[in-house]
């Protein structure tokens, strides 16, 4: 530290470059460092922030002194001290003819502010006169501050100037301008904003051809960016990038762009993330590319960290473009002295080398075994979460549990939010694909709600859901222990913080007490449902359990009306599963609020319970008074009747295909219907049929032509506001509808008579009108489609008819009522349970009936859990050496699976008259030939049971998002050649995650339950079935709305097929490059 | 890209911080509170790259200085490391022995040789003779204009 400060000292009298000129900066730094305290130093700053404001204001200011008054502002916010007082004088300053006090000034600016700042405005007229200036020097500190500077709105300001800078004769002013264009790119990458119609990669381009290489560099930077927005326009550029490529790696430029002695190693790196982007599932291009990134891989060593940057860069790029055997060779060959090195920086840029070599190639991992282990076992916790990502990817079904036991011991260790997030992620990802066993999957899947639960996907608390009720009574009873101790000890954890405060009950809400054992809500919920559908299958009598549920409201005192009203449903269904109301269960819970008469031994869980039905009753929330009330009409009514009510274990039952039919056909509201039709309502046209009307609709704010007359004029029902919104169609729909209508169902047969045609935004919320329109959608999908109704699951009002218990209407109105629902969300709605049921359904997976060794009862099994038994047991056996376990690669060639034949069969057939209009509808799609639907094909195929489903998708409406995306995906599955068996994820046995189930659901009639049932989760029995408990369904629905469901796994099912498929080393994939 | 670039000392007291993207000045001092303690808790033999929220954390350690940058997730580790230490370079040989006081008593030339190496969060000179050609320019430039010839520190 002396000699420093002696250094400083002898720069001050000889130096002439340095520190002659700010003596007062000099001196506030030192008085700054002579500072004992923090308070001290705040002192000091504040008294020079007064005195520069003081001088600032003067209107004596002394201009020459410009500059040290700017850094001496600096330096105070740069020690987090406000300055916002002079940047109006710094503004000044910046058009200062002095360059010295210029400069200063344009840095202060950029340090100060950024282009979200009013002020800049000010600054404009400067920024544009110092862009034009004849020195050089100016031009440049301009173009810089106007990277920081310049916003959105004011690009087209200073845009024509800086693009008259690109020819100026200095390459410094060249560069900064070419960086100036970047950052305005980057403003408005799309090109749809303020820069629409901006040629701005024209000027790239020419620049690129710059004859000086730190231009050429500067405008790769910026095709960088706009590559990486959309790479088609520049496939063309591939040629010039490798040559350019070509000729750095081969030492061509200039000496001074070397870096220890690598040839300009920052501009190769950047060409090499430009030829990735370029190459990435484009099989010509990325062979253009191999030899160079051969050569260029070769050329460098790992004598420098630039040439194990270089090195690293080129096996990026080789895993993203497409595969390349020679190339990957030699990627695998370099990135081993990576994991060898004994540095820690290189050993993870190893590992993610090594995950993005696994990804295309399998084997690789396993001769680094060593290496990855050690990593794993390394306190560098960057290093051990990058080895985790890898083991993520080469997960298989035997070696999970390692794995997964792995990144739990990591999220129990570890506090960052996003990394705990992104962890939990993974870990339902993993246990939801590859599970063993549904115990493990059980308990995996609890033990990560215990441990970060607040991150955990509400779809995953849905498969969990569906997952338990799957499984057999012995599971049953071990979940419902396993939950009942999860309550215990968070019970007893409040108990000991109530004990701790030594206060009233009524504080322990407001005391933050122990966060970290309370339980999140989405467990909760699981817990209610698995102890109401199964509690009575537990070891401790009823009113324990009772007790149990009952008390989490106690831990909890904040529960949503969410979390009460499944717990009312849990225990209307554990009193029904115990006796009824003579049970004590059901005892406790109807006796009357103030008089005790429970069995002494749950007389105080009683109390609470009758408490809380109670309160329920007079809850402000319609949903909790409505459950309350079914609670008590439910349990005094006749045992027998309760019982067909709330069934014990049902919520897996089976229906078969012709029962589904006659429900999905809707039968009964035909009258009703043609009630409506009589009355002047029009025909129902499913939104993608009506033209550019809704399209209009969504993409323009406001419409400045006059609305064309009605069509019809129609009488108009005053209780169906829906039918009045009708009314006002404009007649460039109405007169779509047949035209439209044809094409949509032209093998129903009431194509000539009129249809209900509902507008989906119209509609009022409140009230029994909206129980007639709710029905406007279900009923003209069921007039228009009647055969496709076989395969379409029934809306779920129409589902309660086998089983009503004859609150039918009332209770469908006031469920409407209850949540507002609006037709179109009800279409939605129908949608997300039937096409997008992929959320609910994903572990669905593929029903491996002839190789699973299950048994044929109404139950389903998981796909997960079906899928993988043979393995598991398999990995059982060997499960000595937990290395073994890790890595061991082989991939166990699963058994092709043949989908069941039977009921695709039937879908098939009852399909085929109406797959022109699928075709139709899924052309808008994707394109997809409508011929796999061709009658040759043998049934039971892919193709037919894909296109099946899509061909009910379009006959139910599917127009809103999920059911796109379900369409999609269809699509995907349902154009592979119907010969060939399942493909992708599913033929490999494996989970296939997502979405590729989602066609199993829509055509086999036996999945419709479980699926509806995981969207249904917290509560009562399988959506749409469930007699008993219709606000339930009406929350299984919101569930189902509020995921992210088609779309989102639409897209996955997309994705990762190809992966699965490229891990088993299966060449054949026509689809390869569609989607990787 | 670079999100941000914090020269700290190894008592947590910020040097110089450059910043790339938009953080106003209550996260600016948020983003330093909560990398500062990570950054000097890690021991030397761990690796310099750190995950923090969504973005990585590439830092170097420099006598008595930290040098970090906040990089994208999927940017290259290595390469940002180098462009730290090309930075250091150039200080290096400007500044002929850097050290912190240096930084201390001229930050703004630091922030200017920083704006010549990186622009909008890219690296966009390569070269390091090309830097410092153009920072004694500048020098000279400015040595003119204090001198009193200001005919060419003027603008047009």
Known sequence: MQSKLEKVVAGLKTGPRFLKELREFDNLVKAIGECKSKAEEDRVISQELELLKQRLSDPKLDKSRGKEYMIRLMYCEILGHDASFAYIKALQFASDPNIYTKKAAYLALTQFLDYNDNLVLLLVNTLLLDMKSDNYLIVCTALVAATRLIGADLVNAVYPVVVERLRHPKEHVR?????????????????????????????????????????????????????????RPYKNLIPSFTSILKQVSEHRLPKSYDYHRFPAPFIQIKLLKILAALGAGDRAASENMAAVLHQTLRRATTSHTIGSAIIYECVRTITTIYPNPQLLAAAAESIATFLRSPSHNLRYVGIDALAGITALNPAAAAEHQVAVLDCLEDPDDTLKLKTLELLYKMTKANNIQVIVDKMMGFLSSCTDEHIRKDIVRKVCDLAERYAPSPAWFVTTISEVFRLGGEHVDEADAHRLVRLIAEQDASLHASAVEAYLELLDGESTAAAAAEAVTATASGAVATTPGLPRKKLPETILLVICWVLGEFGHLARRPAQAVLARLVGILNVH?????????????????????????????????????????????????????????????????????????????????????????LPVDASCEEFSPQDLAA??????????????????????LPPEARGGRTGDGGSKGLRFAAYEPAPYAIPLAAASTSYAATGTYDSRSGSGTAAAAAVIVPSASSMTEPQLMVKSAGGRKWGPAQFETDYGPSASSSQAAPVAAAIVPPAPAAAAAPRNTGAHHSRSGSSASLTGQTPSERERLAASLFGGSGSGSTTTAVRPTAAAPLPAGPRQLNGSATATPTRSATAAATTPNPMDLLL??????????????????????????????????????????????????????????????AAGGSFLGLDIPNGAGGGMMYNIQASRPPQQQAPGGMGMGMPAPMGGIMPTSLQQPHFVQASGLGGGMGVGGPVGYGAAAPPVQLQAWQQQQQLPTGMASGMVAAIRPQQHQQQAGRSADPFGDLLS | MIHFVILMSRQGKVRLAKWYSTYNMKERARVVKEITPMILA????????????????????YASLYFVCGVDAGDNELITLEIIHEFVEVLDRYFQNVCELDLIFNFHKAYYILDELLVAGELQEPSKKAIHKHINDQDQLVENAKNGTTEEGQPK
């Open chain 1, 557 to 645: 005192k904040a529960a949503s009306d969410r979390l009460r009203g499944c717990l009312l449903t849990a225990l209307t269904k554990l009193a029904a599963h115990t006796g009824g109301a003579t049970g004590p269960v059901g005892q406790a819970l109807i006796q009357p609020h103030d008089g005790g008469v429970g069995s002494a031994m749950g007389r105080a869980a009683g109390q609470d319970a009758a408490d809380l039905v109670h309160k329920c009753l007079n809850s402000q929330s319609l949903e909790l008074q409505q459950r309350a009330h079914e609670l008590q009409a439910l349990l005094r009514c006749a045992p027998a009747v309760l019982s067909a009510a």
């Open chain 2, 42 to 61: 890690r021991p030397l033999k761990l690796c310099n790259f750190l995950d923090w929220k969504n973005i990585k954390l590439i830092y170097k350690r």
């Open chain 1, 175 to 231: 560069k900064k301008a070419v960086m100036a264009l970047h950052w305005f790119g980057q403003l408005d990458p799309r090109r749809d904003g303020p820069l629409a119609g901006v040629e701005l990669d024209k000027h790239f381009r020419t620049m690129l051809c710059d004859k000086d290489p730190s231009v050429m560099s500067a405008s790769l930077c910026a095709l960088h960016d706009c590559i990486k927005v959309d790479p």
């Open chain 1, 888 to 949: 061991d690669l082989d991939v166990v060639p699963p058994p092709q699976q043949q989908r069941p034949a039977g009921p695709a069969a039937v879908a098939s057939g009852t399909n085929n008259g109406a797959s022109q209009p699928a075709g139709d509808w899924m052309a808008s799609m994707m394109a997809a030939p409508p011929g796999f639907m061709s009658p040759a094909a043998p049934p039971g195929t892919l193709g037919q049971v894909g296109s099946g489903a």
């Open chain 1, 663 to 684: 429900v999905a056909a809707l039968p009964f509201l035909e009258g009703h219907v043609a009630r409506a039709l009589a009355g002047g309502a029009a025909n129902y």
